[in-house]
Nanobody, 115 residues
Framework: QVQLVESGGGLVQPGGSLRLSCDAS????????MGWHRQAPGKQREPVAL???????NYADAVKGRFTISRNNAKNTVYLQMNNLKPEDTAIYYC?????????WGQGTQVTVSS
């Protein structure tokens, strides 16, 4: 069983930056991909960024050029560096680890972009 814990959310002004972290514990084996999703009030959860086991990345159009996903395999940690944040980035951010036989989600961390 894989457990995920996100951290790094908070309140930031438009144009600011935040770095989210997601630490995994448990049987993190045969990892296929790690990703970040977000859910804004009244909206469905949507993918934000993905990094595969071989290091390929993919981003939602809304965050391309502003967000960067990275990982530390030795620590089973995935990060999301978010720059030039906009009010529309306000959401709960969830990390996700997918591997052979598991699809784990964290509890989410709130990101609020407001002046």
């Amino acid at each position: 069983q894989v457990q995920l814990v996100e951290s790094g959310g908070g309140l930031v002004q438009p144009g600011g930056s935040l770095r989210l972290s997601c630490d995994a514990s448990g049987s993190v084996v045969r990892m296929l991909a790690m990703g970040w999703h977000r859910q804004a009030p009244g909206k469905q959860r949507e993918p934000v960024a993905l990094i595969t086991a071989v290091g390929s990345t993919n981003y939602a159009d809304a965050v391309k050029g502003r967000f960067t996903i990275s990982r530390n395999n030795a620590k089973n940690t995935v990060y999301l560096q978010m720059n030039n944040l906009k009010p529309e980035d306000t959401a709960i951010y969830y990390c996700n680890f997918r591997g052979a036989g598991y699809n784990a989600w964290g509890q989410g961390t709130q990101v609020t972009v407001s002046s």
